[in-house]
């Protein structure tokens, strides 16, 4: 049997734009991926939010603690003045004794769990200016790292002094 026309095979084109298919999925998949891009960028943001939170909080203990050190030793100013409360830097909990030891003491040990087990502290007083430092570990929050110092080397440093 002898095969029709191809002009009678095929279905008459109508005039007019050709119909495309596939075009609808394509932008789907292109606003699926813009999407994840900018669910991504939203994490990053979160987790940078947590960090510097985390920092903020330990600089604000520190400043507690140093403010409660200066009250101790405000209160037991006639050892304070004789250097009763002199801490080279160590961030070791020094031992109890006498009432500026136990100070000095359960001082540090608050620091070690509010701020940190790097947290280091010095007291020193002279003439009666006394001036009291801590200094930790900040390589978390961002800025650390934005600041080209390495990883686990950025320390942060509160210190107050105050006349007794």
């Known amino acids: 049997m002898p095969h029709p026309p191809m002009s009678e095979r095929l279905p008459p084109r109508t005039p007019g734009p050709r119909r495309q298919a596939g075009e609808l999925l394509l932008e789907v998949l292109i606003a699926v991926l813009i999407l994840g ?18 920092s903020a909080m330990q600089r604000s203990q520190a400043v507690v603690l140093v403010t409660t050190l200066l009250d101790a030793m405000r209160v037991n100013r006639s050892v304070s003045l004789t250097g009763g409360y002199a801490l080279s830097r160590t961030c070791t909990v020094p031992a109890a004794g ?24 010095t007291v020193s007083c002279s003439s009666g200016l006394c001036t009291v430092t801590v200094d930790w570990d900040d390589s978390r929050a961002s800025d650390a790292s934005a600041s080209g110092v390495g990883s686990g080397a950025a320390r942060y440093t509160v210190s107050m002094s105050t006349q007794l």
Do not use: K
């Not at 991504?40 to 947590?50: E, K, R, S, V």
């Not at 500026?100 to 509010?114: I, P, R, V, Y």
């Open 37 to 54: 891009i900018g669910l991504l960028g939203i994490a990053a943001m979160q987790a940078t939010a947590l960090r510097n939170n985390h």
């Open 98 to 121: 006498t009432l500026a030891a136990t100070d000095l003491n359960g001082w540090m040990q608050s620091l070690h769990s509010m701020v940190g087990a790097s947290a280091c502290g």
